[in-house]
C-alpha cells in the first residue's frame, strides 16, 4: 500500500463495482465472502482489514483518504465497508457527470437515511437544476459531522467540484472518502488553487498476491462449505492474476455448483462481454497499444509501439504513441515496471484479449 498526504495550510483560511455483473442464471449464493457485490461488511472482506483501520483512523483524524486503484480489486468494498462502520452517506457516481447529478444522490440518500436537516429537500429537488453548487453547498453545512463516500469520482466532471469540497472542508463538519480508477484522480479533486491545502491521503490498492489469492480461495470456499481442490485453486491462481474481482466471480461460480471446467468456462464467457464493453470506451490509438501490450504481456516502448503500427497498419508518431500508452497508464491497465518497460495489471483480461480479439 502506498499513500502520501497533502498536508493543511494556511491557503485556506480557517479550519458493481466488482466490475463484472451479478452472477445470473444460477442458485443463490448464500456465502458472503463469494457474493460478487460489494461488501458491505468486513466480515466477508479478505485481506482488506489494515487498509480499512487505517482509512476510518484518518477520517478519524480530519484526513480525506483517496483510494486508487485498478478495476475489481475491491476499493468499492473498502468504501462501503468503511461508510457501514461510520454510519456515513455512500454515493456512486459511476453513471453520473455533473455536479447536478452528484446533488440529486446526496438528497435522496439523506432521505434514504432519514438524516434530519433544516432543509425542505423537495425544494431543493427542484433548485438543483438552476443552482447546483448553491445546493449543494448549503446541505453540506447542514449535514454536520458525517462522513460521504463518493465513489468513481473521476466521472464527476466539473470544474467547480474542487470549489465545492474547499467550501465543504473549510465550513462544514463533513468529512470524505473518494475512490477513483485513474491515478490522475487527486488532481480532479486538487486542481484549483484554494484546494492545495485540503488533507488528502492517497491509497493504492493493489491486485492480490499469489500468496493471498490462493489463501483467499482456501480459506473462503471452506467458510462457504464448498470442496475446491488445492489442484484447482492452483490453476484459477494462475489464471486469474490476483485480481480479486475475477476470483471471488469463480467461488461464487462454485458456489453455484459448478465444476471447476464449468466455472471456469462460464467466467471466461461473462468476462469477455466484460472486457469488450470497457475496450470500447478507450481512443483509438488506447485500443491498439493495449492490443498491443496484451500480446506481448512486458514489453520495451518501442517494442511495444511497433507491434501496434503493425495492428492499425500504418506509423504512429512518437508523441501520440506516448499519450496513448500514458493514458492507459493513467487509467490503472498499464504499469511501468522499469523505465520504458511496461506490463499489462489484468494477465486475464490480456490473455482474453489475446484468445479472442474482445
Sequence with gaps: M?????????????????????????SPVSCGFFDTRPKVSRDFVFGRDDVINEVERLLNSGFWPVILGPRRVGKTTVMRVVINELGGIYIDVSTIMGLKGLGLRLIDEVKRLNIRVKLNLAMLQLDIERRPMVIIEGLIRELGDVVIGIDEV????????????????NESRVRFIFSGSLVGTTRLIMKSPESLG???????????????????????????????????????????????????????????????????????????????????????????????????????????????????????????????????VNMYMVREVERGIYEVIDGYMARLVREYGV
Design 2 to 26: 502506498r499513500y502520501f498526504m497533502h498536508r493543511p495550510n494556511n491557503v485556506l483560511g480557517k479550519g458493481y463495482k466488482t466490475g463484472v455483473p451479478p452472477v445470473t442464471g444460477m
Design 154 to 169: 473521476q466521472n464527476i466532471i466539473s470544474p467547480k467540484l474542487p470549489s465545492l469540497l474547499s467550501v465543504a472542508y
Design 198 to 328: 485540503r488533507p488528502l491521503i492517497r491509497f493504492e490498492l493493489r491486485p492480490f498476491t499469489r500468496e493471498q489469492s490462493i489463501e483467499f480461495l482456501r480459506i473462503s470456499s471452506r467458510n462457504c462449505g464448498i470442496n475446491i481442490s488445492d489442484i484447482e485453486i492452483e490453476n484459477a491462481v494462475n489464471e486469474f492474476d490476483g485480481i480479486v474481482g475475477w476470483l471471488t466471480y469463480y467461488g461464487s461460480l462454485r458456489s453455484s455448483g459448478k465444476s471447476h471446467p464449468e466455472a471456469m468456462e462460464a467466467l471466461r464467457s461473462i468476462a469477455r462481454e466484460v472486457i469488450k464493453d470497457e475496450l470500447s470506451k478507450l481512443g483509438r490509438y488506447e485500443l491498439v497499444t493495449y492490443r498491443a501490450l496484451a500480446t506481448l504481456s512486458r514489453a520495451r516502448w518501442i517494442e511495444i509501439k511497433r507491434l501496434a503500427e503493425s495492428l492499425i497498419g500504418h506509423s504512429i508518431d512518437d508523441k501520440t504513441f506516448t499519450t496513448g500508452l500514458k493514458a492507459l
